[in-house]
Structure formats: structure tokens, C-alpha cells
């Protein structure tokens, strides 16, 4: 009889020998990262987000994909109207369930373990959350924390060999976590975020990875996912955690010799230094980011790069240097997109959070109505289905105009943040509300603003 993990290499073996040709027949003549680029946009048409790239095409067109989660599902059936999932050469959601829970370990990062299909009233947060409980709700000591991003290794002994499957693992798990974000904010997840990142650190430290390549992903996966988990808590108020996480990522990419994980670690320690009012450490951690990925070719990340170091700039009080660095971030994203150079994390980066940062710069300014005018477009700008970028944009303007003597407008845009809080948790949009609160709070008579602050009052009360 073969043993179980015999067994698991019999099946896996067995998952890639169907390559999915429906598949790659629809691709035709674009390449893997040209295709994945189209599948971007078009969730972007119907208000999807997914970290599509030229890997998990070829995950798809090799078979070890057999059917997409939900929001793929969506995208794909946008991008061929008329067509089925098997037309498109996957198998039935329910077939390849029931045939994990049957013959195999079910993978808690799968896609497939979710919901029922098109048949249930469930709704797309209800989706989610039920994948995030299966992603994240783990128990059992660190010493067994792999079992939580289903990797079914209990431990990782030193002779224990790490590949495809495992750094497959991470990856998604960064994947996932960014994507939750984006719809409900952090502070639901941040705790649930920490397993499957102690057990991608517990794979670097077993050391085994059984190829070079294999290697390098685990490196720049388990950095990656320490600069989302690091996110969560910043986001969330634990500064002192995401600077912990942050520094993580920065050793890692340093290890690795790796330059677009440590401009990514860079560009989060700078946002997080402005954050917590260490201006000059914002400045320099932006400059340090712009030295890392000149390299990378990439003019959307060092746009990025040069917003984050106008920021601090701002901060400091320095109005002609952040002017420089607004023109130079204006100047490297005028130049377009990237394609294949632009990093994945990088998907959140367009015209909306052009404007969000440049807000920000004019507000530690004090310039509040030309901050307010970059907030409004910004909110305007934002598409309505990513929620939790509208609530701060939104809130960034409730902020703005309260300062620069718009109470009316300042109330009405915080009340259209209340709305939308009631699917996001997130610290920093609570703490930005509450600021915008108080300098309301002398003009408590005037319009709607008595309204605003009986319910901003109310929700701080509610459990």
C-alpha cells in the first residue's frame, strides 16, 4: 500500500498531466503576462480585484488549477460572454470538491473551498469570510504553525524538501490577504494573518528548498507576506507590530539580494514612519526605496517611491522639496504603466491614490482647500466596489474641508463614510473621522454636522 505521502504525489502528479488547452487556445497569441495583464482589466470593468500574473496562467494552462475561485470565475466569464466554465476547460466546482474531500487533504488556501455556487443567496462578503476562516483560523504552537497555510506538514523536519506546492501556498496566502483587505479593511484580520506567516518563516528556517528558484520565491513570498501582515497592523494602529514586520521583510529581501522586495519594504516603512511622525525616517526610507528600484524598470513604483518621500517632506514643513518630489512622482507616472515590471502589490496604484497622497502632502501643509480638491477627486476617481480605498479617500476629504471651514460639506462626506464603514474595520479611517469630529464639534448647530456627530458618536459606542 503507498503511504499517504505517496499518495499525495501520485494525485499531484496525476492534477498536471491534463493540461487545460481550452485554455490556452483562448490566450491565442498574447503571452502568458500579456493575458494575465487583460484578465486585470478586466475585473477591472466589473469591479473585481485579482492578483492576476504570468504564473498563475501557467498554473492554469497547465492543469494545476482545475477550477478558479469565485472572483476569477466572475472575470473569466466577463471576458468570454456566452461561454461556461468548461468551455473554458475547467472542471465543475462541485466534482473536483467532492473528489478533495473524498481521496485527499483539503488545501485551506484553495479556491474551491468555499460557498456553494450560483444557487446561493450568500453575498460576496459572506464568501470571503467563510475563505478567510479557512485560511486563517488556526490553532496548535508555532512549532506546527505550517499546518496553518495547509501545507499538511505538521513539522518541518530538516530533511524535509520544500517546493512548487508549499511557495504556491504563500504566495495565495498573500494574494488572499490582500484582496480581504481591500474589501473590509484590516482590523478583523490582522491576528488571523499572523499563522500563515510564521509558518512561511518556519520554511526559510528549515532551509530545504529543494531547488535555487524555489528558493528565491520562498524568500520574496515570505517577505511579501510579511509586508501584508505588517500592513494589517499598521492599518490597524500596531505600529509598533508593522514596524517589526516591515524590518522583517527588509532582512529577508537583504538576504535574498532581492531589490523589488526590499523597494516594497522601503516604500511600507516610509508610509508608516509619516504615520507615526518620524518625518525624517519617511524621507530617508523613500529615498533608500527610489536607489532599490531604479533597477527594477519600473516608473509606476518610483512614482510611489517619490510620493512616499514628498510625504515626508510635508512633515517636516519643507513645501519646495515636496513640491520637487510631487513633480518627479507626476513626472515617472506620466510614463505609464510598466507591464511585466510593475510589481504585483502594486495593483492598488492609479490615478485615485495619485490624487489620496497628494492630499495628504498639502494637508500636513496646512493648505486645506487645495488638499480638499485633490480628496474630492480622488473619491471621485475611486471605483465604488473597492470599499475600503472609497472610505479613506472620503474620510481624507471629510477631514480637509472640516479645517479649511466647510462644516456642511465636511459632515455630508463624513456620513458617507459612516455608510461605508459598516463592511470595514479599519483604525486609521476611525481615527481620521474622529479628528474630523472634533474640529467639527464647536459648530455642532450649523446643517447636517449635529447629525454626524451624534452618529459618529453612536457608532464609537456600538460593540
Known amino acids: 500500500m503507498a ?54 496562467i501557467g498554473r492554469v494552462e497547465a492543469g494545476e488549477i ?8 466572475r472575470v473569466f466569464l466577463h471576458m468570454f460572454p456566452g461561454l461556461t466554465l ?83 501556498a504563500v504566495e495565495e496566502a498573500v494574494r488572499r490577504i490582500r484582496l480581504l483587505d481591500d474589501r473590509h479593511g484590516a482590523d478583523g484580520l490582522y491576528r488571523r494573518a499572523a499563522q500563515p506567516l510564521r509558518a512561511a518563516y518556519a520554511l526559510l528556517d528549515a532551509g530545504t528548498a529543494a531547488r535555487r528558484s524555489t528558493a528565491d520565491r520562498l524568500h520574496a513570498g515570505a517577505g511579501e507576506l510579511a509586508i501584508s501582515v505588517g500592513w494589517l497592523a499598521h492599518d490597524s494602529g500596531r505600529f509598533d507590530d508593522a514596524r517589526s514586520h516591515y524590518g522583517e521583510a527588509l532582512a ?19 508610509f508608516l514612519a509619516r504615520d507615526a511622525g518620524r518625518h525624517r525616517e519617511a524621507v530617508r526610507s ?39 518630489s510631487l513633480a518627479r512622482a507626476h513626472t515617472y507616472f506620466d510614463r505609464g504603466a510598466g507591464g511585466g515590471a510593475d510589481p504585483e502589490w502594486m495593483s492598488f496604484f492609479g490615478e485615485p491614490e495619485l490624487e489620496a497622497l497628494q492630499a495628504q502632502c498639502w494637508s500636513a501643509l496646512g493648505e486645506w482647500p487645495r488638499a480638499a480638491r485633490h480628496a474630492r477627486r ?38 458617507q463614510v459612516l455608510d461605508l464603514l459598516e463592511g470595514v474595520q479599519s483604525s486609521r479611517i476611525q481615527s481620521m473621522l474622529a479628528e474630523t469630529a472634533r474640529v467639527l464639534a464647536p459648530q455642532a448647530g450649523t446643517g447636517g454636522v449635529g447629525a454626524f456627530l451624534d452618529r459618529f458618536g453612536e457608532a464609537l459606542r456600538l460593540p
Not at 404 to 415: C, L, T
Request: with cysteine; aromatic share 4%.
Open 3 to 56: 503511504s499517504s505521502s505517496q499518495a499525495a504525489r501520485q494525485a499531484r502528479q496525476a492534477s498536471r498531466a491534463a493540461p487545460n488547452t481550452a485554455f490556452r487556445r483562448l490566450r491565442g497569441q498574447r503571452s502568458p503576462g500579456e493575458f494575465a495583464a487583460a484578465v486585470r482589466k478586466a475585473a477591472r470593468e466589473i469591479g473585481e480585484q485579482v492578483s492576476c500574473d504570468a504564473r498563475y
Open 66 to 73: 482545475r477550477c478558479p475561485n469565485y472572483a476569477y470565475e
Open 86 to 168: 468548461a468551455d473554458l476547460g475547467f472542471t465543475a466546482r462541485e466534482q473536483v470538491r467532492g473528489g478533495r474531500r473524498g481521496g485527499g487533504r483539503v488545501h485551506p488556501l484553495c479556491p474551491l473551498d468555499g460557498p456553494p455556487g450560483d444557487n446561493s443567496k450568500i453575498s460576496d462578503i459572506d464568501e470571503e469570510s467563510d475563505v478567510l476562516r479557512r485560511v486563517f483560523m488556526t490553532s496548535g504552537p508555532t512549532t506546527v504553525a505550517a499546518a496553518s497555510l495547509g501545507l499538511g506538514l505538521g513539522f518541518v523536519p530538516a530533511q524535509r524538501r520544500v517546493g512548487e506546492a508549499e511557495v504556491d
Open 252 to 270: 529577508t529581501a537583504r538576504v535574498a539580494g532581492d531589490l523589488a522586495l526590499e523597494a516594497h519594504a522601503f516604500c511600507n516603512t516610509s
Open 286 to 324: 523613500a529615498q533608500a526605496g527610489q536607489q532599490a528600484a531604479r533597477q527594477l524598470g519600473s516608473p509606476r513604483l518610483l512614482s510611489l517611491l517619490s510620493l512616499r518621500e514628498a510625504g515626508g517632506w510635508a512633515g517636516l514643513g519643507d513645501r519646495t522639496a515636496c513640491e520637487k
Open 378 to 415: 480622488a473619491a471621485s476617481l475611486q471605483d465604488r466596489r473597492f470599499t475600503r480605498n472609497l472610505a479613506l479617500y472620503r474620510a481624507e476629504l471629510a477631514s480637509d474641508l472640516a479645517h479649511a471651514g466647510a462644516p456642511e460639506e465636511s459632515a455630508e462626506a463624513g456620513q
